[in-house]
């Protein structure tokens, strides 16, 4: 098992998706786990639940993610997955989301590619997940900005894992996209969007789409056991509906057969 006697960092993982993902990988053996989130109450239950290490710290400042990833290797020796999880999803705050969803995983990659899991893993090739969405490979009406911040995600994680980069240092980076998955995420959808006039539209969402019913946060959980033991540098996987799948990003070659001028 891959997970096993590892150790890991996840970003947001006081709650949601973030947090059933420890679970789980504690479940299949990993040796220990840093949570590194802004909820500071619900990340004390969540290391209470888990015996694992909290770190409150905000992934939009550099300073904490470093610190928590140095408060890892002091803790439990080593350092070999990476998980840039934490994100939220509300455009009416969209600057501040364009900095927690793309800044905070553009961070934790530097910190991860460039210094931390090159040299502190314990042996094997250490690992970087990144969540986007399949509102990165499709956007949403109602959220322009949140289906931009996750298509830079996996734009970012496909150069990253780039041989030049990921591949020099040896580091394994991956994305998974979750599709609808229900966490507080999720809560009062009508009022994340900038605009208003959809409300009704927004409000009809999952009845008008029942293809995009919302998964319980174990499936996404799952999925990441199952790419972490099986998923290669640069995979790019949805997690949709309890399916798990891997997508080809196409390259300018195939593009080039669609409608020419
Ligand atoms: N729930 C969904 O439908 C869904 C679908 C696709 C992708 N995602 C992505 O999955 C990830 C987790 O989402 P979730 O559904 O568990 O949401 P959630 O709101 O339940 O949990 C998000 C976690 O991130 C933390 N967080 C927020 N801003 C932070 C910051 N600046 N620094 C550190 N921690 C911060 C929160 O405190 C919380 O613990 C996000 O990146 C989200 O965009 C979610």
Redesign the pocket.
């Known amino acids: 098992m891959f997970v096993d006697g590892k150790v890991a960092l996840i970003?947001?993982?006081?709650?949601?998706?973030?947090f059933c993902i420890a679970e789980e990988l504690l479940k299949n053996g990993l040796k220990g786990i840093t949570l590194?989130?802004?909820?500071k109450a619900?990340g004390k239950d969540a290391v209470d639940a888990l015996s694992s290490k909290f770190v409150k710290?905000?992934?939009?400042n550099k300073k904490d993610l470093e610190d928590a990833m140095i408060k890892t290797v002091k803790t439990f020796g080593h350092f070999d997955i990476l998980i840039n999880?934490?994100?939220?999803?509300n455009d009416t705050i969209w600057e501040k989301q364009i900095d927690?969803?793309l800044k905070?995983v553009v961070n934790g990659c530097i910190l991860g590619l460039e210094e931390y899991l090159p040299k502190y893993n314990n042996g094997t090739e250490p690992v970087i997940v990144n969540?986007a969405?399949?509102l990165g490979l499709t956007p949403l009406y109602f959220l322009p900005v949140y289906s931009s911040t996750k298509h830079a995600v996996i734009g970012l994680g496909k150069a990253l894992a780039m041989r030049e980069n990921a591949g020099m240092q040896k580091v394994r980076l991956m994305t998974l996209c979750?599709?609808?998955?229900l966490?507080?995420?999720?809560d009062n959808l009508e009022k994340r969007s900038f605009t208003p006039r959809l409300t009704e539209t927004i409000n009809n969402f999952f009845e008008e789409h029942p293809e995009e019913l919302?998964q319980n946060?174990e499936s996404v959980a799952s999925a990441m056991v199952k790419i972490l033991e099986n998923g290669s540098n640069g995979s790019v996987w949805v997690a949709q509906g309890g399916e798990l799948y891997e997508i080809e990003i196409p390259s300018l070659t195939e593009y080039k057969k669609l409608r020419r001028l």
Do not use: E, K, Q
Not at 11 to 18: K, L, N, R, S
Not at 36 to 39: I, K, R, T
Not at 178 to 181: Q, W
Not at 183 to 186: G, I, K, P, S, W
């Open positions: 970003t947001g993982g006081a709650f949601g998706i973030g590194v989130d802004l909820d619900r710290g905000d992934v939009v999880n934490a994100g939220v999803m927690i969803n905070g969540i969405s399949t979750p599709g609808a998955t966490t507080t995420l999720l919302p946060p």
